[in-house]
DNA sequence: AGCTCTTCCTGAAAGC
DNA sequence: TGCTTTCAGGAAGAGC
């Protein structure tokens, strides 16, 4: 599933081929996952793809329109827009020549003017495409969080300050941090040998600064090795990443822990799976007698 | 406001 | 063997 490290890879591979490409035609399959797919049609034609970027698990495509005459006065005379992109769980984004065989659920094509065309492909449609202008970029991203990789340590541990919630989920939630998904946190947990089940608040602050250590380790190795292929995600080349193989916990239920050799174990948190060693990474105290007002007590803020 | 659970979707894998 | 059920998860939205 495309996290951070995967949309990074696909984004600098697709710089290569889409950079002062120009839209030549639009063609949608089914556009439920599509904000607006009447704008697409009608708006990306004629766009040049200037720059591709990432924001958290988002790829850009930033358009805009080649030789536009100052004078005219219309809101988007500069046609400036980005085609923004979220690959869900299962959606790639592939140039390919418009004789190559389509791949099954193929839902938008980009015709280029080199005679190719950028594929869409999401098999549970859990994606997104959005046209978004420039003037209105800003409000849509405003709601994310930090990128880990671009983030201090006493931002990160502000960010986690007081708060009751369990560290894994929290690092999902990308209102907090950008870009983290299932895989990248469950082993940014592991190396900072601290349980996702754990409350952010009940962390010892040594524990905060290994965390935010493992996560930024994790994810540029993660980058440099072109992302995990775990189902079936590739690049802009089709090919797929290698981080699969460092993988330390996720997906390794009843396998031995690198570290220490007990079998790692599977619980559910935040509604996901999560892999983790259940010696290393130790389990928050047990409910055993305690009632839900003695945890709201504990888990409050301090005294003043 | 903060937190947690449910829902969407398809295909692979497990269960019977 | 073949059918049915379960599971995977990003993020919006509901509910507490």
Request: glycine residues 8%; aromatic residues 8%.
């Amino acid at each position: 599933m495309p996290e951070l490290p995967e949309v990074e890879t696909l984004v600098r591979g697709l710089r290569a081929h889409l950079i002062g490409r120009r839209i030549v035609a639009v063609r949608l399959g089914k556009t439920d996952f599509i904000d607006d797919p009447a704008a697409l049609e009608r708006d990306l034609p004629g766009k040049r793809i200037q720059a591709v970027d990432r924001y958290g698990k988002f790829l850009l495509l930033r358009l805009e329109t080649p030789d536009v005459a100052p004078k005219e006065t219309t809101e988007d005379a500069d046609g400036r827009y980005s085609l923004v992109v979220h690959l869900g769980m299962t959606g790639g984004l592939t140039p390919q020549y418009a004789d190559q065989p389509v791949a099954l659920h193929t839902h938008a094509f980009f015709s280029l003017d080199d005679g190719r065309e950028l594929r869409y492909t999401d098999i549970r449609r859990f994606g997104r495409l959005t046209l978004v202008p420039e003037a209105a970029l800003e409000a849509f991203f405003c709601k994310l969080g930090l990128d880990p990789l671009d983030t201090t340590e006493e931002e990160f541990r502000r960010r986690l300050a007081g708060r009751s919630a369990m560290i894994k989920a929290l690092l999902l939630d990308q209102h907090n941090f950008r870009g983290m998904g299932n895989i990248y946190c469950d082993e940014s947990l592991w190396r900072a040998r601290i349980h996702p089940a754990r409350r952010a608040a009940g962390l010892a602050s040594v524990q905060v600064v290994r965390l935010y250590r493992a996560i930024r380790k994790v994810l540029s190795e993660a980058i440099s090795l072109r992302g995990s292929s775990v189902s079936d995600y590739v690049d802009a080349e089709g090919q797929p990443g290698s981080y699969q193989r460092r993988h330390r916990v996720y997906q390794r239920e009843g396998k031995g822990c690198f570290r220490c050799g007990e079998k790692i174990r599977r619980v559910i948190v935040a509604g996901r799976s999560s892999y983790f060693c259940p010696r290393c990474q130790r389990a928050p105290q047990k409910r055993t007698g305690q009632t839900n007002r003695d945890r709201r007590v504990r888990a409050g803020t301090p005294k003043m």
